[in-house]
């Protein structure tokens, strides 16, 4: 994905390491969103979010001061997969967070967009285990991102697709977006394989 200005439709899918995540790919892509007055989502853990608020503050962007007017939204990953355990549908949690979350930050930025990271799929996968709940979370997004609502940004941890089993919805999870990042570096691993040559098609 070598796209510093991302156009009207932007689905992206950045594949890494767990050791290797990368907070500054998704600050740069955040900060376009906030210097052209788009709102700012994170559906991250506390630590990832706080690494991005570090490379956000690294660009002279004062994360307090865009917080403070609604334009920097947190989510911690762990409250949507609770709900997701405790039974709630998918489409039900989902659709609760576009509406108290995506559509708030929308009313309150200036172009009426967002910018979306997420790791929601990353979680519904590793912790989870749950191929079908991730694929209707990405028909969401792609919803989102159709309407002009928003620009996303997704990260997937290898530790979402532990063994070969998981080829099929890595596959089918890849189409869900029109650029796809492959930010694994053992090449002789399935993952890395199939994320280059998703890349490609």
């Known amino acids: 994905?070598?796209?510093?200005?991302?156009?009207?439709?932007?689905?992206?899918?950045?594949?890494?390491?767990?050791?290797?995540?990368?907070?500054?790919?998704?600050?740069?892509?955040?900060?376009?969103?906030?210097?052209?007055?788009?709102?700012?989502?994170?559906?991250?853990?506390?630590?990832?979010?706080?690494?991005?608020?570090?490379?956000?503050?690294?660009?002279?962007?004062?994360?307090?001061?865009?917080?403070?007017?609604?334009?920097?939204?947190?989510?911690?990953?762990?409250?949507?997969?609770?709900?997701?355990?405790?039974?709630?549908?998918?489409?039900?949690?989902?659709?609760?967070?576009?509406?108290?979350?995506?559509?708030?930050?929308?009313?309150?930025s200036e172009s009426r967009r967002v910018r979306i990271y997420g790791e929601l799929v990353d979680a519904i996968l590793s912790r989870l285990g749950n191929a079908e709940a991730a694929m209707e979370t990405e028909r969401y997004g792609n919803r989102l991102v159709t309407e002009g609502a928003a620009k996303i940004y997704c990260g997937y941890s290898t530790n979402a697709f532990p063994d070969a089993s998981f080829a099929k919805p890595f596959m089918k999870l890849c189409q869900f977006h029109d650029r796809i990042h492959n930010g694994l570096q053992d090449r002789e691993d399935w993952r890395f394989q199939m994320a280059d040559k998703m890349a490609t098609l």
């Open 1 to 108: 994905m070598q796209d510093p200005e991302p156009g009207a439709d932007f689905h992206c899918v950045h594949f890494f390491e767990p050791s290797q995540f990368p907070a500054a790919q998704i600050a740069d892509f955040l900060y376009q969103g906030l210097t052209q007055g788009e709102g700012a989502i994170l559906i991250a853990s506390l630590e990832h979010a706080s690494q991005i608020e570090s490379k956000i503050e690294d660009r002279g962007l004062n994360v307090r001061n865009v917080r403070e007017v609604g334009l920097w939204v947190i989510t911690e990953v762990g409250e949507l997969i609770r709900a997701l355990e405790s039974g709630i549908p998918t489409s039900k949690v989902v659709e609760t967070f576009i509406e108290l979350v995506v559509r708030p930050a929308q009313e309150r």
